[in-house]
């Protein structure tokens, strides 16, 4: 069965520093892999998704991530954070076995410091 | 407008009452979910629709119940609410073979 890890619950990264919030996961099959922000009190909104093709994803706001099978790693990557990059970071899988729902990563708290 | 809503956004309920809470989509998304959201748990699968007429239970469905009479509508009911029910509540919709997933603006539910 999928799984998704989130292996930092609160990264903290000073105004314009890079940031980097890890994800693993866990399958037997291929997978589609995602990565979704909250800001305070709102929905989820998708920053970047891999479904297949280039390991490196590029997705809103300049965050990229990329796709590493040997690793089972999708990393989401910022090189320059901003205040306003402040929320909840939340990496989400889904296996091709037909339309199953996502499995949600316990999410990853930035805290962007000026 | 076009997009995903819920309401109320905001319930307070005592234990043992039932409550709806309402998730309508514009999209005509084959497939929708009702994920709850907890501290520490990130977010897990309560329930989830193919389509009309068609539901299968996710990880923490115990108390819940859903029905989905029309593609655009996915009612969410606890039937006798518990205090372990406080908790905001998110619905998503996505198209079929998309996999990507649209969600609502949450519902934040508490049980006194």
């Not at chain 1, 990496?91 to 930035?110: H, I, M, Q």
């Not at chain 2, 994920?35 to 520490?40: A, N, S, V």
């Not at chain 2, 996710?58 to 819940?64: I, L, M, R």
Request: charged share 15%; glycine share 8%; hydrophobic share 30%.
């Amino acid at each position: 069965a999928q799984s998704v890890t989130q292996l930092d619950s609160q990264v903290p990264v000073f105004e314009e520093a890079p940031v980097e919030l890890r994800c693993n996961y866990s399958s037997s099959v291929s997978v589609y892999l995602f990565w979704y922000v909250q800001y305070p009190n709102q929905g989820l909104q998708l920053l970047l998704k891999y479904l297949s093709g280039s390991t490196l994803v590029k997705g809103i706001n300049g965050f990229e991530a990329e796709f590493n099978k040997s690793q089972t790693s999708f990393h989401l990557r910022k090189p320059s954070v901003h205040i306003s990059d402040t929320a909840e970071y939340f990496c989400a899988g889904s296996d091709l076995s037909g339309n199953t729902p996502l499995v949600f990563g316990k999410g990853t708290r930035l805290s962007v410091i000026a | 407008d076009a997009g995903i809503t819920q309401s109320p956004r905001y319930k307070i309920t005592e234990t043992g009452r039932q409550v709806t809470l309402m998730c309508h989509q514009t999209w005509s998304h084959s497939y929708m979910f009702w994920y709850r959201q907890d501290l520490g748990h990130g977010l897990r699968l309560i329930y989830y629709s193919a389509a009309a007429d068609i539901t299968d239970k996710g990880e923490v469905s115990d108390g819940y119940v859903v029905s989905r009479s029309k593609t655009e509508n996915f009612p969410l009911t606890l039937e006798s609410a518990t205090r372990s029910q406080t908790s905001v509540y998110f619905c998503a919709s996505a198209g079929g073979g998309s996999y990507e997933q649209y969600f609502g603006p949450g519902t934040r539910l508490t049980v006194t």
